[in-house]
């Protein structure tokens, strides 16, 4: 993160009649030679602790650049929680944060472009799918995930995850009694809810999870139930826009709905409620850059984040930490349909099927 | 006019430096994009070679011509009805004696500090056949059966944009108005005719080079707005070309031939834009309106009409400024938003302290300002020498300076960030991450509008007071400082507030160029709303536009001060 | 038969610095027909009482009439656009969306009476003739020079055959030349039509060729209203001895039968405000010098040296030292002078004008010329 800090160049020419050159900060020391491959565990260490050559070469490199797609404020408190802990050895902690799009669409120009900045690249789990595929990340079991079921990581170690995205149908509880709430996604396709139904138009990897988990790749299943369920359902754009119109009362239910965020609203009074019973999981989760500048310090920042510590970080900002067991309860459902990078191949058929169905295109 | 054109005598030196190098940083600033605009929509993502692939699979789709046609409408009602509101607004409160009109002005402006995202959302608030307190309102005062007004259509797209553009084209309007010669209508009265067959007749065709110029700006703001679009455009089903693009970006892998396709289709529908405006103004443009004399406004007496003209006011602040306003105030101080008054009883500052303990939120501010400040001037200035190349000299190739500033319309934001990575990131100058990338791709962007402006107020000086200037021995420097720049401020003001104001809110291609350290206040929005802060953003936006109430009363004081008006 | 006549005229104006007085308390008669002007210099008030005639300013005081209809006063205020007027501006103020035909038949489209599309065509034309503009009908406005823009503004303001035509400084935008013939055209114009006329200006020989009578304003007043004639030759005071023409100002004092001045009585006739005991101006305008190159019995001979004597075709521009003044003069062009002789002036008491001196001092030119030498 040296050369990128706080290179103010204010030009405000016209005002003041010359450009006035802004304070660059000092930039940090340049790392000691990275070392290129990964380094092996060595079997003198802890189950779930990283060996001592790692965390010494971490602490030479003395920073970790952290690419991710978490809220400003909850990437501040994880850095801080970090900054915080033991298992930081001191290092320190840069955060670059945008939505997961963005955050992809740049890291992979940079990439492109020949500046590999980040170390960590932290993103959904279809987002990844290409940075992946272009083979832009490091294979790297991290030894805290260990335990973590075979859903939640890649095989090989290029990916793991580290928080949960719920995806459900939201219901407005003063326009819909519980009795009549939806108990399954099929339930939006009652034709009671004609015209009542909101759905966000960019909610593809819901149609995903739903297809290739529960109805089996079973096309014409997904075809049908897409179909009567937009035949009560208007496209609105974004989550937060939409779960505010549901619970002001512009429709009774809002299919893939973000269970944490209408959770918060729930607790905070508002009259909104989720279905509990079943719903699709996203993935987001960090992967290590190939080729960063600080392998070693990436290592150790995963392996706080995915350890106990890190998710407990998560599990305190109310968001879905992926280690079991650490979850706030009720904001898992009973029934869970995953998605992730391996499913990203299966992605263009459901968008093509959302575009003409969803989006009428 | 008399004379053709020609080059002035300038000094050689300074003459040929200052506007050379602007000719080559605007080459510099739109010929990368706009190549790779090209090139991309040429391309098939991880097939080599060109193909026409994407333009076949755009143009041979009829759905295509849907889009444009739904942009066209959307972006020709949203700037008929900010044209009509603005410049009727601007007249009354610069040309007339309506009672309070000094204070009109900073309570005008609100509009153009809230967010795009806020005060569309506040509209759906207000509006929303279901939910609208205003159809509520209505329905149950006057007991009707169906709600009067419903956001989510057409009409309701192009009522919350025009709405949100006319304090804009108020802007543009009252300077044009304050450059015009009294005489002009004075001779019309003294001939006999009445005031608004004056106003008709006289006024608003001395008036149409500046009007057709704000038209064009509005329109080219409709076709490429994208909040109100996504918001009410996609439930009422009505897509237009930039929500189409925007999925073209949204999906996996992001589809830069088709966004590319699509970019160049908004182009091509903003040439009409601009070919209407050359029509328009062909003979208009060469109005020389401004003789280097300077004007007193004339007041039109209003009579009784005084009144009526107030009553029009209030209701436009009513509807503007004041019922979004307080939606955002209550929204931003209820711990959700339903449209109760039970709510009342829920009043909360929680979001305000949210505001306030969000770690970027000063920084965010301060780097706006800076960045709009910044923006606007480079921006004006820039434009203003362009301008002069384009509109006072021979040079062979000035056309080609003109299309260039013109070009970046098609470009989408994100499209244009992209570009500005590629061609940045390995610069020896370590700007990548900083806010003078961000105010590369905002000078980019909003070239198109300061040439606009420039270029309007160009044709209309006197090529004679700057020859009065060059044979007075002026460099071309000291001319165009002392003489070209002082007589066209009304209207590089204008032109400068706009671009600061769009700066702040530009989004699309900052997404991808802020840091941490550069992060910026439309940034910051997006980052409270997608993490379903939407009530935060509210308290944020009453803060905005608190301050910028507070900031234009005092400066409208201080220039006051200096007699800059007769009041 | 259009007789204007304005009472008390009073406007005041307000800025943001307080209260500015820009008319006060004027009065005159244009009698029909006649070609009335308001001379002075910027700031005098001329132009805000022109605009007060056409109704462009509301006055606050005072009385307008034309005819026996009153335009301004008593409650009333007829605006602009209800008067039967015509007005020629200093900018002209071509319309310059309108082309020539269009900018002359404005005034017939928009006015009362509505005449039809041929009589306008037919009254368009015949203004364009009067101002010799035929045939340009189609031009767009922006196209013509200045002199055919000012007499498109002329044509414009005559098209309707108003009661009363007002002209705002029409000239002062035209080079010299054009301005010359601009003032005969406009004079025969005048006569010819007989059309009751207010006309502001602040150059004196513009206001001298083409008036009947002349207002010179000075701080919202006029200080004197005659006939060109009387206003040269009879001045009420040094100021307007000043303004309408060049002239030396000799101080003194006003004695029975003259000033005393130049160590001796200048005999000269007094005006009626002059009492002898009060301090004077004797006021010498150059074309009444008589220079000689011998002494001379007539009245008001004096002594002096020959300091300047510039041969400028029609004359000869001579300026004479005498004891304690500088005198300007005409010489007839044939007069045999040299620089440095001695001279002897007259002054014929006819075309001496006693002026009182009210403090008033005039631009000191004669002092400028004397120190180039």
């Known amino acids: 993160m040296d050369r ?270 989720y279905m509990q019973t079943e719903g699709v999981v996203t993935i987001d989760g960090p992967g290590l850059v190939k080729g960063a500048k600080h392998p070693n310090a990436g290592k150790v920042f995963l392996n706080w984040y995915l350890g106990d510590e890190g998710q407990k970080a998560l599990s305190d900002l109310f968001r879905v930490p992926a280690k079991p067991g650490a979850a706030n309860a009720r904001l898992l459902p009973k029934t869970i349909y995953y998605t992730g990078p391996t499913l990203a191949d299966k992605f263009s058929a459901y968008q093509d099927m959302w575009n003409k169905i969803v989006l009428k295109k | 006019m008399r004379g053709a054109r020609r080059a002035l005598p300038a000094r050689p030196g300074s003459g040929i430096i200052v506007p050379a190098l602007a000719a080559l940083l605007l080459l510099l600033l739109t010929a990368v994009p706009v190549a790779t605009l090209v090139m991309g929509s040429l391309q098939i993502e991880g097939r080599p070679g060109f193909t026409t692939a994407n333009y076949e699979h755009v143009y041979s789709d009829p759905r295509t011509y849907r889009l444009l046609l739904n942009s066209f409408l959307y972006a020709v009602g949203t700037s008929i009805l900010a044209i009509g509101l603005g410049t009727s607004l601007a007249f009354i409160v610069e040309r007339t004696n309506v009672p309070f009109r000094r204070g009109f002005f900073a309570v005008t402006l609100v509009p153009l500090i809230v967010p795009g995202i806020v005060s569309t959302i506040a509209w759906i608030y207000l509006a929303s056949g279901r939910i609208g307190v205003l159809n509520r309102g209505l329905m149950a005062a006057l007991g009707l059966e169906s709600p009067p007004f419903e956001v989510f259509s057409l009409l309701g797209m192009v009522w919350t944009e025009g709405l949100h553009l006319s304090p804009l084209v108020f802007l543009v309007m009252v300077g044009a108005m304050r450059a015009m010669d ?4 004075e001779a019309a009265m003294t001939s006999g005719a ?194 002069w190349i384009v509109v006072r000299t021979t040079l062979p190739g000035r056309r080609v300076l003109d299309l260039l500033a013109f070009l970046p319309i098609g470009i989408p934001g994100l499209v244009l960030a992209v570009a500005i990575i590629f061609e940045l990131i390995n610069f020896p100058i370590p700007i990548y991450g900083t806010l003078a990338i961000l105010v590369i791709a905002y000078v980019t962007r909003y070239l198109p509008y300061g040439m606009r402006t420039s270029t309007a107020a160009m044709v209309q000086l006197h090529r004679e007071l700057e020859e009065a200037a060059a044979v007075s021995g002026a460099s071309w420097a000291t001319s165009f400082r002392r003489i070209v720049v002082p007589l ?48 935060a953003v509210a308290a944020l936006s009453v803060m905005l536009v608190l301050s910028l109430v507070v900031i234009v009363g005092l400066a409208q004081r201080a220039s006051g001060r200096f007699g800059v008006k007769e009041g | 038969m259009s007789v204007l006549t304005v009472e008390s005229l009073h406007k005041t104006y307000t800025t ?49 009439r034309l005819d026996d209809t009153v335009l301004s006063g008593d409650g009333r205020f007829v605006p602009a656009f209800d008067r039967d007027i015509g007005m020629v501006f200093q900018s002209y103020a071509i319309w310059p969306h309108m082309t020539v035909f269009d900018n002359v038949a404005f005034p017939l489209r928009v006015g009362r009476e509505r005449p039809s599309s041929a009589e306008v065509k037919r009254r368009v034309e015949e ?28 044509a414009r303001a005559l098209v309707r055959s108003p009661k009363l035509l007002l002209l705002d400084e029409p000239l002062s935008n035209l080079d010299a030349k054009l301005r010359e013939r601009m003032r005969i055209e406009l004079r025969e114009l005048q006569r010819r039509l007989r059309i009751t006329t207010v006309y502001v200006t602040h ?171």
């Open chain 1, 4 to 273: 990128r800090r706080l290179v103010m160049w204010l030009g405000i020419v016209g005002l003041l009649g010359a450009a006035c050159g802004g304070g660059t900060v000092a930039t940090s020391p340049t790392p000691a030679a990275a070392t290129s491959a990964a380094a092996s565990v060595a079997p003198t260490t802890k189950p779930g602790e990283l060996d001592a050559d790692t965390i010494a070469k971490a602490k030479t490199e003395g920073e970790v650049v952290l690419y991710t797609s978490l809220s400003s404020s909850d990437s501040k408190k994880i850095a801080d929680a970090f900054a915080k802990s033991e298992k930081s050895y001191g290092i320190k902690i840069t955060v670059n944060r945008k939505s997961s799009e963005d955050l992809v669409t740049q890291f992979m120009t940079e990439v492109k472009a020949g500046k590999i900045l980040a170390d960590v690249l932290e993103t959904g789990g279809l987002d990844l799918a290409q940075p992946l595929k272009a083979g832009y990340l490091e294979a790297w079991k991290v030894p805290a995930a260990a335990g973590y079921p075979a859903e939640l990581k890649d095989a090989g170690g290029l990916w793991h995850a580290a928080r949960l995205g719920v995806e459900t149908i939201a219901f407005n509880t003063t326009a819909v009694p519980a009795a009549d709430a939806p108990k399954t996604w099929e339930d939006a396709a009652d034709p009671k809810w004609k015209g009542k139904c909101l759905i966000e138009s960019g909610d593809v990897e819901v149609l995903l999870g739903l297809g290739e988990r529960k109805y089996k790749g079973d096309m014409a299943k997904v075809q049908d139930v897409l179909t009567r369920t937009m035949a009560n359902c208007t496209p609105a754009k974004g989550h937060t826009e939409t779960v505010d119109q549901l619970i002001a009362g512009q429709g009774a239910i809002f299919w893939g709905a973000h269970a944490h965020s209408t959770e918060q609203k729930r607790a905070a009074g508002a009259p909104v409620d």
């Open chain 2, 194 to 387: 009445r005031p608004l067959r004056t106003l008709r007749v006289v006024t608003l065709p001395v008036l149409v080079p500046a009007l057709a110029a704000a038209a064009l700006i509005m329109f080219i703001r409709g076709l490429e707005s994208f909040e109100v679009p996504a918001l009410l455009g996609l439930p009422a089903e009505v897509p237009v070309i930039t929500s189409e693009i925007y999925f073209a970006l949204r999906t996996y892998p992001q589809d830069y031939g088709l966004a590319g396709a699509l970019g160049v289709g908004l182009l091509l529908v903003s040439a009409v834009g601009v070919w209407s405006y050359g029509r328009l103004t062909r003979r208009a443009e060469r109005f020389a309106t401004i003789t280097g004399k300077g004007y007193r406004p004339r007041i039109v007496e209003l009579g009784r009409w005084r009144w009526v003209a107030f009553v029009y006011i209030l209701v436009y602040l009513l509807v503007v400024v004041v019922l979004p306003f307080l939606v955002l105030l209550f929204v931003s101080l209820v711990p959700f938003y339903i449209p109760s008054l039970d709510m009342l009883q829920k009043l909360t500052l929680q979001h305000y302290v949210t505001v306030f303990e969000h770690p970027d939120t000063l920084r965010a501010v301060r780097n706006s300002f800076v960045l709009a400040l910044s923006s606007a001037t480079i921006t004006m200035a820039l434009t203003a020498v362009i301008a």
């Open chain 3, 127 to 154: 203004a364009l003739a009067l101002v010799g503009l035929e045939g340009l009908e189609d031009r767009p406005a922006p196209q013509l020079s200045g002199g055919q823009q000012q007499r498109l503004a002329l």
């Open chain 3, 203 to 373: 150059d004196q020989s513009e206001a001298l060729f083409l008036s009947h009578r002349i207002a010179v304003m000075q701080s919202g007043r006029i200080v004197q209203e005659a006939s060109p004639r009387d206003i040269y030759a009879q001045p009420s005071s040094p100021f307007v001895a000043d303004f309408v023409g060049l002239g030396t100002f000799l101080q003194g004092e006003a004695t029975a039968g003259g000033v005393r001045a130049l160590g001796a009585v200048v005999r000269c006739a007094l005006p009626a405000d002059l009492a002898p005991g009060m301090p004077a101006l004797l006021v010498v305008r150059p074309e009444s010098v008589r220079v000689h190159g011998a002494p001379s019995d007539a009245p008001n001979v004096f002594a002096g040296t020959l300091r300047v004597a510039a041969f400028l075709g029609d004359h000869l521009d001579c300026l004479v030292q005498l004891e304690g003044a500088l005198i300007r003069a005409r010489a007839h062009p044939g007069t045999q002078l040299r620089r440095g002789q001695s001279v002897w002036v007259e002054l014929p008491p006819a075309e001496c004008v006693a002026v009182r001196d009210d403090g008033w001092r005039p631009r000191a030119v004669t002092d400028r010329m004397g120190d180039e030498d």
């Open chain 2, 488 to 535: 066209l401020w009304p209207s590089l003001v204008a032109g400068w507030i706009y671009v600061f104001v769009v700066s702040v809110r530009e989004l699309s291609s900052s997404v991808l160029l802020v840091s941490h350290d550069s992060t910026v206040l439309s940034f910051l929005i997006l980052d409270l709303q997608q993490s379903g802060q939407s009530n």
């Open chain 2, 182 to 185: 009294p005489a002009l209508e």
């Open chain 3, 16 to 64: 943001d610095r307080g209260g500015v007085h820009a008319v006060e308390d004027v009065s005159f008669t244009v009698e029909d027909g006649r070609f009335y002007t308001l001379l002075g210099p910027s700031g005098c008030g001329k132009t805000t009482t022109l605009r007060c005639l056409a109704g462009l300013e509301r006055p606050q005081g005072g009385v307008i």
